[in-house]
């Protein structure tokens, strides 16, 4: 079965200095692998995906993420955090266990992100 | 503003009432999905819809009852609901090919 962990309920993090949100993941078969981001009160936003290409993705507001094959890992990273980078981030693969146009995904437990000035 | 619209943002209703959430896409897309989030769990599908047809139900009680009339608009009927069942429920929509979805707002309901 597919499925993606988040070690970490809540990371901390000083305003400037670099970050990391980390997330493993378990699939049959080759994986696509996301990242959303959820501030209180609002809906997911999505903000990179890995389908296949170059492990390193780039994705909104200075994110990016590296693809680990052999650590099957998909960990989100930023150089220099913001304080408004501070919300709820969850890691998410797709589910390819299921014929359905649009696919469907599993989502990780969240990691709460907390940027201090 | 991500193209899927959620209403009522906010929903207090007692246990023997009837109301309905309501999602509308506006990204031509042909799946349609509802999810649960509770606090302190991981987000729940519960729902999926595929040009307009249910491809999943993932056991979700009966008080529960999805309607999707068109590609673009997805409906949560709700009918004695139960105090656990307090959450946020958030509509989603893809489609086909890419995997992403696009969320709602979501709907903040409660239930006495």
């Known amino acids: 079965a597919q499925s993606v962990a988040q070690p970490e309920d809540q990371v901390n993090v000083a305003e400037g200095n670099p970050l990391t949100v980390k997330c493993t993941y378990s699939v049959s078969g080759n994986p696509y692998l996301f990242w959303y981001v959820q501030y209180p009160n609002r809906g997911l936003q999505f903000l990179l995906k890995y389908i296949t290409g170059d492990n390193l993705v780039k994705g909104s507001y200075g994110f990016e993420a590296e693809f680990n094959k052999s650590q099957t890992s998909f960990h989100l990273k930023k150089p220099s955090a913001l304080v408004s980078d501070s919300a709820l981030y969850f890691c998410?693969?797709?589910?390819?266990?299921?014929?359905?146009?649009?696919?469907?995904?599993?989502f990780g437990q969240g990691t709460e992100l907390s940027v201090k000035p | 503003e991500t193209g899927v619209t959620q209403t009522p943002r906010h929903l207090v209703m007692g246990m023997t009432n009837k109301k309905s959430l309501k999602c509308e896409q506006h990204?031509?897309?042909?799946?349609m999905y509802w999810y649960k989030q509770s606090a302190k769990k991981p987000l729940e599908l519960m729902f999926v819809?595929?040009?307009?047809?249910?491809?999943e139900n993932n056991s979700v009680p009966s008080r529960f009852s999805p309607e999707c009339p068109n590609s673009s608009h997805l409906f949560l009927h709700l009918h004695t609901l139960q105090p656990e069942d307090s959450a946020l429920y958030l509509c989603a929509s893809s489609q086909d090919g890419t995997g992403e979805l696009f969320f709602g707002e979501g709907s903040r309901l409660t239930v006495l």
């Open positions: 819809y595929s040009l307009e047809e249910r491809v």
């Open positions: 998410a693969v797709r589910d390819l266990t299921i014929y359905n146009q649009g696919g469907k995904l599993i």
């Open positions: 990204l031509g897309h042909n799946a």
